[in-house]
């Protein structure tokens, strides 16, 4: 199962889960174009390994993994997914 990330990363982007990802599934990175306009980060759940390293580094527990994802934060299961659809 991937991992998500949700409401809590709004606004804040802090970046460590990025350095820490092994597969490079977590965007948009801070050296990329729309890092300045993205309201949060995301993670590519086709590309996701489910290895869980990314959410000790989160420093406002914003990512779960999908079976440990309260019911009210479901809707970014949808808001990750389709950032990569794009």
């Given amino acids: 199962m991937p991992h998500y990330i949700t409401q809590a990363c709004i ?6 889960c990025v350095e820490v990802c092994p597969v490079d599934c977590i965007h948009p990175r801070k050296d990329e174009p729309e890092f300045a306009s993205a309201e949060m980060l995301f993670i590519d759940p086709e590309t996701c390994i489910d290895c869980g390293l990314c ?3 989160c420093p406002v527990n914003a990512i779960f993994n999908e079976d440990d ?4 934060l479901e809707e970014f299961i949808a808001r990750n997914a389709g950032y990569y659809q794009r």
């Avoid at 606004?11 to 460590?16: I, N």
């Fill in 11 to 16: 606004g804040v982007k802090d970046g460590s």
């Fill in 55 to 57: 959410v000790d580094e």
């Fill in 69 to 72: 994802l309260p019911d009210e």
